[in-house]
């Protein structure tokens, strides 16, 4: 299956990797609903590409942790269908687990699983009943390790792989796709060149469409990481929960 779209709404649109699937899609000529909280960052971006690629671009200020707000978000999918549902949202509260306030644990379970559940629920039903339309949910390396000061991230992410997989064989015969992107480390600043361990954004964003578009699975970016993956099956876990923290210290050291 390789399809292209030509709606798409995107989660976390205002930077990082989500700004660069908007702009790849905008360059693509897909016209865009942008959601992000800070809608002025938006309405910049979105006066950029509405000039410099001629595409429609709707902006929805959003903040997904919000349930009114979020209810809005999928009243547009359910109202407004898109072909194309980024779920890109998503944030991490470092550090250890006991030492940061139990409030920051479970907004990353709000924003990086409920309301990904919610938003894919609103979008789907849809896009089965049309036989096309596709589903990127941004995972993370992080899904498939151990991740010490980052655990309520790591199995956040653990969520999004596993459940995009799940639906993934679920609906493989309707037309429609949905795709796990799994990056690991990657520069949200495009003038910081990437390095062993950091990847670029724009390289991880293209990665996710152009998976999601030939239909696959899951998408990891890097060939240092698609290298990672059998590792983490084959190898025992205390020694990959060692060498994951000291993989984390590294990147924490490099920033």
Known sequence: MRQTYRSALVTGASSGIGESIARILAERGCDLVLVARRGELLDG??????????????????DLTDPGQLAGVEERLRGE??????????????????????????????????????????ALP??????????????????????PGSATY????????????SLHAEVRDTGVSVTALCPGFTRTDEETAAGLLWLR??????????????????????????????????????????????MWRQAADSQ
């Open 45 to 62: 971006l979105a006066d950029d590409l509405r000039g410099s690629r001629k595409v429609g671009v709707e902006v929805l200020a959003a």
């Open 81 to 122: 269908p898109v072909e194309l549902l980024v779920n890109n949202a998503g944030f991490g509260a470092f550090g250890a687990f006991a030492e940061i306030p139990l409030d920051d644990r479970l907004k990353e379970i709000e924003l990086n699983v409920t309301a990904l559940v919610r938003l894919s629920h609103a």
């Open 126 to 147: 849809g896009m089965i009943a049309r036989g096309r339309g596709g589903v990127l949910n941004v995972a993370s390396i992080a899904g498939f390790a151990p991740s």
């Open 154 to 165: 790591a199995a956040t992410k653990a969520f999004v792989a596993s459940f995009s997989e």
């Open 201 to 246: 954004r724009d390289d991880v964003a293209r990665a996710g469409l152009d998976a999601v578009c030939a239909g696959r699975a899951q998408s990891v970016p890097g060939l240092g990481y698609k290298a990672v993956m059998p590792a983490l099956k084959l190898v025992p876990r205390p020694l990959v929960r060692a060498a994951v923290k000291r």
